[in-house]
């Protein structure tokens, strides 16, 4: 049995929601290949969460990571696959299985554009986006933390050990740091690059946050001042500031400056896995999300005001979101332990109302759409004999006005292919 599988059955945690399995990468601006796809579609119902099952060959899904195709790739750990997923939820996977010496956890992806996988083993795995697959020995011998592997400033692949944080060039050369004396034994060790182009990386075990300079391999340790922290994840916030989420403390989260101020913050609330802040990501807004072991939820974290707003996806029975990885169209991708990968449509079209009804022909009601960012709509009647459909007064209005017996629906659509029928009944 892997560690992270010992870790969910042995550590516990807290906080009000939160699990999110994928792993930080660079600014996306590193990737200016990336396309832009069209939103989810909402399926005709203005729905804030689209679901996918994708029958993988495993159903224990765990790390994402917003491809360089554009498209949501994500691990199916019980299968050593890596799988993409596309918006329209068909997939493709790619084995692994040759060369893997652990469970792949963690995942981002290189300034070569293909992905680094560590798997809890003493060796990275590389795989391209058609399926080539190489390992890298590292030349310690050392395993792979739990949690992290990030691009660094420098173009090179950054992930941790439990006793070094150490990179991988694109060639595939790598080199390891040793912590300072008296860290070791990083089990979970979230990374990231930070605002100041810095590698910043949590210890774990020793309850401390980390700074690599990626030209030189210092490193300067910062000690969290609460005890029993045990950080995990690390995520960069639109602040500039990374954020770090404790695994065995009360419901607690903290951030550390570029100059290496720390403080922590109780949130309130509490779950009760380990899988709790464990993964967790930067979303398509800038800020930190991460998704739940115990409580099935996903959260958000406001970086202004440290307030967290919990989102609940609609998971089967026995499922639990375990990762999180922001999409090219601009909504939080959810994979989870039980076989279901969820979209969370962060601006989701309303309109409203969805239902009209009219006593007789020759009335009129108008229906309002609202969609952050968008201006244009067009509404189009299943038939006009029944009730028609014409601008309002304004843009995000539209006058229906019955025309005989029967039933149809109004379709509103935006420019990118999401639609919301109204349903229309005339007396």
């Avoid at 992905?115 to 083993?121: A, D, K, L, Q």
């Avoid at 070094?164 to 050369?173: C, F, L, Q, R, V």
């Avoid at 030209?215 to 005890?227: E, H, L, N, Q």
């Avoid at 950080?231 to 065995?248: I, Q, R, T």
């Amino acid at each position: 049995m892997s560690a992270r599988h010992l870790a969910i059955l042995a550590v516990a945690c807290a906080l009000p929601g939160c699990s999110l399995s994928g792993e930080q990468t660079w600014p996306d601006a590193a990737y200016s290949t990336y396309r832009t796809a069209p939103l989810v579609e909402q399926k005709g119902k203005g729905a804030q969460w689209i679901q996918f099952t994708p029958h993988t060959v495993g159903a224990l899904y765990s790390a994402m990571a917003l491809g360089p195709d554009g498209n949501v790739w994500f691990i199916d750990e019980d299968a050593d696959r890596l799988v993409r997923i596309s918006t329209n939820g068909s997939i493709k996977e790619l084995s692994f299985e040759s060369v893997a010496g652990g469970s792949g956890v963690s995942m981002t992806v290189g300034a070569d554009k293909d992905f680094y996988i560590g798997n809890e083993s003493t060796s990275i795995i590389r795989v391209t986006v058609k399926g080539k697959v190489q390992a890298f020995p590292i030349p310690s011998g050392d395993n792979t933390s739990v949690d992290g592997m990030a691009l660094g400033s420098d173009g090179n692949v950054w992930f941790a050990e439990f006793n070094h944080i150490a990179k991988i060039t694109p060639s595939g050369k790598i080199t390891e740091f040793a912590y300072p004396s008296g860290y070791s034994t990083n089990q979970y060790g979230g990374v990231t690059t930070g605002s100041d182009g810095n590698v910043w990386f949590a210890e774990s075990l020793d309850n401390a946050i980390g700074r690599v300079v990626p030209s030189t391999g210092k490193i300067t340790m910062f000690p969290i001042p609460v005890s029993s922290c045990t950080p995990a994840a690390v995520v960069l916030g639109s602040d500039k500031n990374v954020w770090f989420f404790c695994l065995s403390n009360g419901p607690l989260l903290g951030n550390i400056t570029p100059q290496g101020k720390v403080a922590t913050f109780a949130i309130g609330g509490a779950f009760g896995s380990n899988e709790t802040e464990q993964f967790c990501a930067r979303g398509p807004d800038g800020e930190p999300w991460c998704a739940s072991g115990s409580d099935g939820t996903v959260f958000r974290i406001d970086t202004t005001s440290h307030k967290i707003t919990t989102f609940t996806p609609p998971l089967g029975a026995g499922a639990r979101p375990d990762a999180v990885a922001p999409g090219s169209d601009g909504n939080l991708w959810v994979d989870s332990v039980g076989g279901d990968i969820d979209v969370l449509v962060t601006n989701p079209m309303t309109v409203t109302p969805t239902k009209l009804s009219f006593s007789a022909p020759g009335e009129k009601k108008s229906v309002s759409v609202s969609e952050a960012g968008t201006s244009t709509w067009t509404a189009k009647s299943s038939n006009a004999a029944v009730a028609t459909v014409v601008q309002g007064s304004s843009k995000a209005s539209f006058s229906v006005s019955s025309v005989g017996k029967g039933s149809c629906k109004i379709t509103i659509s935006d420019t990118v292919g999401n639609w919301v029928a109204v349903k229309v009944t005339v007396m």
